[in-house]
């Protein structure tokens, strides 16, 4: 697997800027993916060096379309901590 599969997309909400402030990135991983495989993609990828991550698997919510019910897609979310004084530029709008 490699490293841009790894790494889906940046979760942006207003919890995770607030995440953000303590050198917490929040991202949507891939379903098959663990903490090492995670923290050494955001390595290769941004040049930085991760400390620790968390990873849990968020369940889909129930919905409903035309009185149809149905739920949305369930998805895996990592929580990497950077080291002090380190940043993604990519969030910081550089």
């Known amino acids: 697997m490699n490293y841009d599969s790894i790494i889906i ?23 098959r993916t663990n903490k090492t495989q995670v923290k050494e993609a955001i390595r290769k990828l941004f040049n930085v060096h991760p400390v620790s991550c968390a990873i849990m698997n968020v369940k889909g919510k129930p919905k409903r379309l035309r009185n149809q019910p149905g739920y949305t897609s ?3 979310k990592a929580i990497v901590k950077l080291e002090k004084g380190e940043t993604i530029s990519v969030f910081e709008g550089v």
């Open 9 to 31: 997309a940046p979760v942006l909400t207003e919890k995770t800027n607030a995440l953000r402030e303590e050198g917490k990135y929040v991202f949507q991983v891939d379903a």
């Open 74 to 76: 369930s998805w895996k």
